[in-house]
């Protein structure tokens, strides 16, 4: 096992994935190309619902976020597994829709939806809209009424943490695009105006502190802080929130550099903070819901490229280039991701070479990793990248006119083309 049970060395020193070998995905699916185990994403689900059940209460289910990684196939996969879906935009919604989801178990966030948007939410029969903000909740009030709908919401509010800190402090969080703050008191009028709305049926509260956290104390935190709300909102306006959502942002591990995370513990830990609050506060626990993306998706999807180019530059650094690079994976160039990246032609031997991974893009900052040591490669080696299930084929581009790779879905031991290669002809086929 490399990281996560997806990835081993064969006999032959190849790199698998889900029990196939590299060599020969690279070789019938071409490169580049992602790749996922979608047992692994069944197992995930699995984990989540059935933590969910025991320690949040029965009625609470996972909610997965697709923005992590969307397309039809992994909405069918989802909702086979019983969880609902998160969506941030019309796209996703119309994906989710297309993919058959049922669209009553999904939640519509965003921080800008337009009129156009909060009309397709509501004629696909969208469960929960989370209402950002005053501007947004009387459109959606307008909007359901000229539709002859009772839109069932939640509102997001911003409880004020920062996820890096494990601190409330007054900026970071309270200053956001998202929500409205608990802290400045636009919380309560956001409430307050809800519970005015004629076709609107606030169902309770979301919030959302951040992603790749590996400790619980944020989640804690913010339960804490909403279910102080939840009371005081009761004690107020007389009013109890049915369901409280504490969105997504489990940590997931890229590296041997991160932590192993025990995700059933923290869930349990967050479970029995939530059940001391409910008990402190005297107010009846709502349906807990939580968001995870990433750590559905992420372990279980590994990209393959083909080495090209390797190149030494005489007392600097040598580069190795593959045939993706940010198009496929912005988030080194975004963020300095780290990632586990290897020779999959030669898995067995040790990772000697230091090098820079290099993408095919006229962009010096079109770089997949920078200092890592990987076996020698040569012309033709494969190269992978592990863990890039959640935020690569999401985010990927067709910057420098580069088609978008294809989804494969490795299941007991068999790849199948899930998202299809792009062809030249799918790049130019929006140009007039
Ligand atoms: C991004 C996001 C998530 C998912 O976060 P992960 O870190 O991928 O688990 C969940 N809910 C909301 C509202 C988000 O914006």
């Known amino acids: 096992m490399i990281l996560h049970k997806t990835y081993d060395v064969n006999s032959v020193g190849h790199l698998t994935i889900g029990g196939i070998d590299s060599a020969e995905l690279a070789k019938e699916f071409g490169t580049p190309s992602y790749f996922l185990d979608t047992d692994a994403v069944r197992d995930m689900c699995r984990m989540y619902k059935k933590a969910f059940a025991e320690y949040f209460g029965e009625r609470s289910v996972p909610v997965y976020a697709g923005k992590a990684l969307c397309y039809k196939g ?51 029969g969208t469960g929960h809209i989370v209402v950002d903000g005053l501007d947004e909740l009387s459109s959606l009030d307008r909007i359901a009424g000229e539709m002859g709908v009772k839109q069932h919401i939640l509102l997001r509010i911003t409880p004020g943490i920062d996820p890096h800190t494990h601190k409330k402090i007054v900026t970071g969080n309270v200053d956001s695009k998202f929500g409205m703050a608990i802290m400045t008191g636009q919380a309560f009028e956001f409430v307050k105006a809800a519970l005015e709305t004629k076709n609107l049926i606030l169902d309770g509260f979301h919030c959302h502190v951040g992603s790749q956290i590996f400790d ?45 995370i025990d995700y059933v513990k923290n869930i349990r830990d967050l479970g029995a903070e939530i059940d001391k609050m409910c008990a402190l506060y ?71 070479f230091e090098c820079t991974i290099a993408g095919r893009c006229c962009e010096s900052g079109d770089l997949l990793a920078e200092g890592i040591s990987i076996a ?57």
């Open 282 to 352: 005297g107010i009846e626990k709502p349906m807990i819901l939580m968001e995870p993306g990433r750590s559905i998706v992420a372990a279980a999807g590994c990209t393959l490229y083909t080495c090209g180019t390797v190149k030494t530059v005489n007392g600097f650094r040598s580069y190795v280039s593959v045939d993706g690079g940010m198009p496929d994976n912005p988030r080194y160039t975004l963020y300095q991701s780290q990632y586990t990246i290897l020779n999959a032609s030669h898995a067995d031997r040790t990772p000697d």
């Open 216 to 260: 619980i104390e944020p989640f804690t935190e913010a339960a804490d802080i909403m279910l102080a709300f939840v009371a005081k909102i009761s004690a107020e306006y007389g009013y109890t929130a049915k369901m409280l959502n504490i969105g997504g942002g489990f940590g997931v591990r890229y590296t041997e550099d991160d932590p192993e």
């Open 376 to 432: 020698k490669p040569e012309r033709g080696d494969i190269i992978a990248t592990l863990v890039t299930g959640a935020y690569n084929y999401s985010m990927s581009s067709n910057y420098n006119r580069l088609p978008k790779p294809p989804i494969i879905e490795i299941a007991c031991g068999e790849a199948k083309i899930a998202v299809k290669r792009e062809t030249y002809e799918d790049i130019i086929s929006h140009d007039i």
């Open 74 to 124: 992994i909405y069918k996969l989802i909702a086979e597994e019983g969880l609902g879906a998160d969506c941030v935009s019309p796209g996703e919604l119309y994906t989710a829709n297309a993919a058959g989801f049922p669209m009553d178990k999904v939640f519509f966030h965003g921080n800008n939806k337009t009129d156009a948007d909060l009309e397709l939410a509501i004629s696909l």
